[in-house]
């Protein structure tokens, strides 16, 4: 059931299993933003961070995820995220996170072993990138793109009561490349980072990731 409910960064939306395997994916446009020292992804080894996940039908699920050592994966140093059931991959620099993703299905489509830019945390609101992924539909392969849009920027989001300061909003929406052009396919999710603490709330169609608490080790 975590699985099926499992957002982390990224995390952060319909069907996604992570693993710390192989990486296949564009890094957006190109464009690094200046240094940052990436404080919306404080993953120092022995932290934890607890989530609430509400669908339509208000089951709900928790469950806390641990950072629990390093990992290196084509020259870059990963922090290991989850619990005994799924984990994710987290690199931070220079104001850009990625993610080491597996398998990622959305409205029939389905993406393997993917690299994901998921927040960029020194550009200004409007900001938007592009990953573009190999994705499958009915066993025909196609190009897809996932397009990240920064809708808010250091602002005070309230998340179960507690008010979280300098908060960044990203939106993911999905595009299938359709005889050369983008056709939408939808928004994935639209996530909400805390400065200090990371992924603080997680919107998508049919449920709703929200944090409880966490536990930051120096």
Not at 2 to 11: H, P, S, T
Not at 97 to 104: D, E
Request: glycine share 8%; charged share 20%.
């Amino acid at each position: 059931m975590e699985k099926r409910y499992f957002l982390l960064a990224i995390l952060s939306t319909i069907t996604l299993l992570f693993s710390c395997s192989k990486e296949k994916s564009d890094e957006g446009d190109g464009t690094r933003p200046p240094s940052s020292t990436c404080d919306y992804a404080p993953y120092t080894h022995g932290s934890s961070f607890s989530y609430m996940n509400v669908n339509s039908a208000k089951d709900t699920i928790k469950y806390t995820f641990t950072v629990s050592g390093d990992t290196t994966i084509n020259g870059n140093v990963y922090k290991i995220v989850g619990n005994d059931s799924v984990f994710t991959c987290s690199n931070c620099k220079d104001g850009i996170y990625t993610q080491i993703a597996s398998i990622l299905t959305f409205q029939g489509y389905r993406a393997d072993d993917l690299k994901l830019t998921y927040l960029k945390d020194n550009v200004a609101a409007g900001a938007t990138w592009r990953d573009t992924i190999t994705v499958n539909n009915g066993g025909a392969n196609t190009s897809g793109i996932l397009e990240f849009t920064i809708t808010q920027k250091d602002f005070t989001k309230t998340v179960n009561g507690k008010d979280y300061a300098e908060v960044i909003a990203v939106r993911m929406d999905a595009y299938a490349i359709v005889f050369n052009n983008p056709v939408s396919v939808g928004t994935i999710s639209t996530s909400y980072y805390g400065k200090g603490i990371g992924l603080i709330e997680a919107d998508q169609l049919h449920d709703t990731t929200t944090i409880l608490s966490y536990t930051l080790q120096p």
